[in-house]
């Protein structure tokens, strides 16, 4: 004791001192090793510890129609799953998950016992599922937001809107076309989190939904052209059918309907046959239908005026060695008679006036040949040789539409240009897109080009009013409204023999109206139809029901007297061929 | 001999007792300056404190008002679903021709009346 009394004070001082500092210099080395030396390694951790990737469900975009009516939404909706390695009894934790999720115990155990580090037990769970797992709190089971497709409307529309898989990605029809626009941002965010993982702040940016669509389609007519097509279908015993409608003067599809159909909700159990959508991936020959574009070629060159005649040849005319028939023998008759009865033979002497290289360019200008460019996917472009290719027949083939294949939608395409008076319009599905910040974007029309003059596609709708006024289309005649239109029964080839097959045809119709101002151009295609089955018989009776329900509720008054009106005549002096 | 004294020496070798005598009887300017910075700056971290405690506590309230909004949005998605699915044209087709008898109007049954 008397020794510490005996020590200065400075030299106690001086121990404090060093001692201090030698104490602050193992805390800046501490200091220096941690912040300097394992500066990264240990911020890395810290992240960890108080910063987290949050998972956040899909938002893909909702799809409505032309009037604002949701076709389809997405919703949040978990999916479970398992790390194997983590979980510690998998026989136990399998018959809870197993009473919860409604599945085999089996199943689950199997996935729970498998070699994989992550398994998913279920995807997209109900609500009330995911909330019971949640409950459970299992050791190596976990919960993951996702957003699940609904289609709350079934079938419809269905092959145009297409759907989207388990992982929220488009996978057919307008889904898949427009995947880009419907996706939306991350699907995760960093956040600050506390001790018990509670968010305590969002650091990254805010996740964001995908674009709306507007389709052109209205659930309406949709629904109208869906029933009535289903209805032939039926009663004809038809293997499939096709029916579109369209505004003639903008291209907007306003339905698209394919038999048989399907649900987008269970895309997984249906056959792809089903799902195709054969409006634009199955090319047909069109048959009679197709006389509109030799019609179309004929009257813009001045190569028959509307009044000339034609012999008929009794219903037989021999080209090549090969006869082509009429389905009734005709003498004389004016071109409007060619067209309003399908004569064949007329159809083929207007043909050899038109010539090859001029019906080639016009079967192109009308767009055969090359895909219409509709936003939709796996659209066919058909068929269509160069003339050098062609045979003695083919341009005799060609006039009565066979020697081509076209898919329906080009077809309406081609009709629809000579509705709008002479225009070619790309055909859409697509009227707008209302993104994220809520400002809306519209599609345009688009003509592709100018096919034929505003009084040749005139005169052409006076000769295609007579086809369903007093020729093949009368089953699409609509009183209260003019109806242009043309029919076509074409024999399809059988693969096994390699000739036209005298059972199996494909009945079409396409048309417009009201004849004078069209408001709509349809087409219905009945693919097979059993019996005595022609165009004018099978397929022009929907349209004619698909044209009155849709006028109706597009409040287009009747234009004309229930009572049938004659078509103009053209008083030029008749030519004879 | 005598200690020499000198003024710095004797105010350090003071006893406790006194210093803490003097200091009552009043603080010099420059202790108080010294005073004033350190509540100052204590204040500072009181404030920073208070701050972060804030930051944190609108955290949490802004997180379970996100998850308030985002379950009523999900509730409204589901209602919309609901009703849209309702108002399938096929269901309500069927339920107007098989439940109240109704039937597609007849050519001449409809009316248009123009607006005035």
Same mark, same amino acid.
């Given at each position: 004791m008397t020794a510490s009394f005996a020590t200065p004070p400075r030299a106690r001082i001086a121990v404090l001192a060093v001692l201090l500092a030698a104490l602050l210099g193992v805390v800046g080395a501490r200091l220096y090793v941690i912040q300097i030396i394992r500066h990264e390694r240990l911020g890395t951790r810290a992240e960890g510890q108080y910063e987290r990737r949050i998972p956040v469900a899909a938002k893909r975009g909702t799809i409505y129609d032309r009037?604002?009516?949701?076709l389809v939404i997405t919703l949040d909706a978990a999916s479970v799953f398992a790390h194997p390695g983590l979980v510690q009894d998998p026989s136990a934790t399998a018959t809870r998950l197993a009473r919860v999720l409604r599945l085999p115990v089996r199943e689950i155990q199997a996935k729970l016992r498998s070699d994989q580090p992550f398994v998913w037990i279920?995807?997209?769970?109900d609500p009330e599922q995911a909330e019971a797992v949640s409950r459970l709190?299992?050791?190596?089971v976990g919960l993951v937001p996702e957003g699940k497709r609904y289609?709350?409307?079934?079938?419809?529309a269905a092959h145009l809107i297409g759907f989207a898989g388990v992982d929220n990605?488009?996978?057919?029809g307008l889904e898949l076309a427009y995947e880009r626009l419907l996706t939306g941002g991350p699907r995760s965010f960093v956040s600050r989190v506390d001790a018990r993982g509670r968010?305590?702040?969002?650091?990254s940016k805010e996740t964001h939904p995908g674009a709306d669509l507007y389709l052109t389609i209205d659930e309406v007519i949709q629904h109208v052209a869906e029933r009535e097509l289903d209805a032939a279908v039926r009663r004809s015993g038809a293997r499939a059918g096709t029916a579109i409608v369209m505004d003639p003067a903008t291209g907007e599809i306003l339905a698209l309907a394919n038999s048989p159909a399907y649900n987008p909700s269970a895309y997984a159990s249906t056959s792809p046959a089903f799902r195709?959508?054969?409006?634009?991936?199955d090319p047909y020959e069109p048959g009679s239908a197709f006389k509109l574009v030799l019609a179309a070629a004929a009257l813009e060159e001045r190569l028959?005026?509307?009044?000339d005649l034609f012999y008929g040849e009794e219903g037989t005319i021999e080209v090549g060695g090969v006869k082509i028939r009429d389905h009734e023998k005709h003498g004389w008759m004016t071109f409007r008679d060619v067209m309003a009865f399908s004569s064949n033979v007329g159809a083929v002497k207007v043909g050899m006036k038109v010539g090859k290289e001029r019906f080639y360019s016009y079967i192109t200008s009308f767009g055969?040949?090359?895909?219409?460019?509709?936003?939709?996917?796996?659209e066919n472009h058909g068929v269509i040789r160069r003339p050098r290719h062609w045979s003695h027949l083919s341009l005799s083939a060609l006039s009565i539409g066979h020697e081509i294949s076209a898919t329906a939608l080009q077809m309406i395409s081609a009709m629809g240009a000579v509705a709008n008076g002479g225009s070619l319009i790309r055909p859409r599905a697509l009227l707008a897109v209302r993104h994220p910040d809520g400002s809306v974007e519209e599609t345009k029309p688009l003509a592709?080009?100018?096919?034929?003059?505003p009084e040749t596609a005139r005169t052409l709708t006076s000769i295609l009013t007579e086809v369903v006024e007093r020729g093949?289309?009368?089953?699409?005649a609509l009183p209260g409204h003019r109806v242009a239109g043309k029919t076509g029964t074409a024999q399809k080839l059988d693969h096994e023999t390699g000739r036209y097959s005298p059972t199996k045809v494909v009945a079409f119709f396409v048309g417009y109206v009201p004849?004078?101002?069209?408001?709509l151009a349809i087409l219905v295609l009945v693919d097979e139809?059993?019996?005595?089955?022609?165009g004018g018989t099978v397929a022009a009776p929907v349209f004619r029901e698909i044209a009155r329900e849709t006028l109706n509720y597009l409040a =287009? /008054?009747?234009?004309? =007297? /229930?009572e049938r009106v004659a078509g103009r005549r053209d008083e030029a002096s008749p030519r004879f061929n | 001999m005598a200690p020499e004294v000198r003024s710095g020496s004797i105010q350090q070798e003071l006893p406790f007792g006194v210093r803490a005598r003097r200091a009552k009887r009043g603080l010099s300017p420059e202790s108080k300056q010294k005073l004033i910075v350190c509540g100052v700056l204590l204040l500072g971290l009181l404030f920073y404190v208070w701050q972060h405690i804030q930051v944190v506590r609108l955290g949490y309230q802004i997180e379970r008002h996100r998850a308030a909004q985002a379950s009523l949005t999900q509730e409204g998605k589901t209602l919309r679903m609901e009703l849209s699915r309702l108002r399938s044209l096929k269901r309500v087709e069927e339920f107007a021709r098989r439940e109240l008898g109704m039937v597609n109007p007849r050519p001449g049954q409809i009316i248009q009346i123009e607006e005035p």
């Open positions: 009037r604002g009516r949701m279920q995807r997209q769970v709190s299992l050791p190596g289609y709350p409307k079934k079938d419809l990605r488009g996978l057919e968010i305590v702040f969002r650091e195709r959508n054969r409006a634009l991936t028959v005026r509307p009044d055969f040949g090359v895909p219409t460019g509709v936003d939709l996917p796996g592709v080009r100018r096919v034929i003059s093949t289309g009368q089953g699409a004849a004078e101002d069209p408001r139809p059993q019996g005595i089955a022609w =287009s /008054p009747p234009t004309t =007297s /229930p | -």
